[in-house]
């Protein structure tokens, strides 16, 4: 069974950097759209960025100017980097890919467990 492994989370001061990264276990066939995705105490969880297979990016306006997003195709890993941070973007950061295991199979959609990232003072 593959798995989306998230990494690169933890605790930071306001203003500080943290880069998330996220690949899968094991073999897959392909991998078409990534993101990154947060979800904050009780809040809804919401988008945070994504990436096609050709590298065109899509940011929530609260994330524009301060987060990159991008990929690796032959690693099939993306990365989230992220500056200047502030304390609204503490959150579980969870990693999504739409992927087949298989050139036959069907493209469907993974998540991640999830990376805690806070900043705070």
């Known amino acids: 069974q593959v798995q989306l492994v998230e990494s690169g989370g933890g605790s930071v001061q306001p203003g500080g950097s943290l880069r998330l990264s996220c690949a899968p276990t094991g073999r897959v066939a392909s991998i078409n759209g990534m993101g990154w995705y947060r979800q904050a105490p009780g809040k809804q969880r919401e988008l945070v960025a994504s990436?096609?297979?050709?590298?065109?990016?899509d940011y929530a306006d609260a994330v524009k100017g301060r987060f990159t997003l991008s990929r690796d195709n032959a690693e099939n890993t993306v990365y989230l980097q992220m500056n200047s941070l502030i304390p609204e973007d503490t959150a579980v950061y969870y990693c999504?890919?739409?992927?087949?295991?298989?050139?036959?199979?069907?493209?469907?959609?993974?998540w991640g467990q999830g990376t805690q990232v806070t900043v705070s003072s």
């Open positions: 999504n890919a739409d992927l087949r295991l298989w050139d036959w199979d069907i493209f469907r959609t993974y």
């Open positions: 990436i096609t297979r050709g590298g065109l990016t």
